[in-house]
């Protein structure tokens, strides 16, 4: 069955459960169209491609048009692909929230996390700095030696530095469900979720319990 969703984060608040507050991440989860099923006599696996968000048709090229045309979908922005052993959906259906999840299920969130451009050593890979004292006050965040001279000679790759931060995908998982409101298509999951306001994220079945 198909345990999957493409949703856009909405932004956190919190919602009171037996008492207690709850930090929430909202999600516009849906609803999507099934815009290709992929199955292991055709392309060697089974999944399921999903669209989400119409648009414009000028914002996407003729190839895109073209492959949502063959079910007769209106213009999607976004394509995701989920595995499923056994989806359940043909090509061009709608799929909503409620169909999918319902308040208890276990998912993960897959999303892109926010950008934080080029960032020092102590704020990346909280590098504790030098001293402020005995000559190195000008020295206090720098990350110190990365190597030694002869041997090897060079910067070992993977070595941590300074450097570009965030703005990778991201998993946050293991997240619990604990609204679902099918008529906004929203879901509410217990705790953060990667990415900025905005963003496109994927919800899919926890793979840990």
Known sequence: MLKGLIGKKIGMTQIFVEGRALPVTLIEAGPCYVTQVRLPGKDGYSAVQLGFEEVRPKILTGGQ?????????????????FRAK??????GNQVKVEQVFSIGDSVDIVGTSKGRG????VRRYHF????TTHGTSDRVRAPGARSSTTTPGRV?????GPGHMGNHRTTTQNLKIVLV?????????????????????????????
Do not use: C, M, W
């Open 156 to 160: 070992y790759k993977g070595a941590r």
């Open 128 to 131: 504790k700095g030098h001293h």
């Open 86 to 91: 056994d989806p359940e959906v043909a090509e």
């Open 118 to 121: 080029f960032q020092g050593g």
């Open 181 to 209: 409101d099918k008529e906004r298509n929203l879901i509410a999951v217990h705790g953060a979720v990667p990415g900025a306001k905005g963003s496109i994220v994927e919800i899919k079945e926890t793979r840990k319990q």
């Open 65 to 81: 048009l073209g492959h949502l045309k063959r079910n007769s979908l209106p213009p999607l922005r976004f394509l995701r692909e």
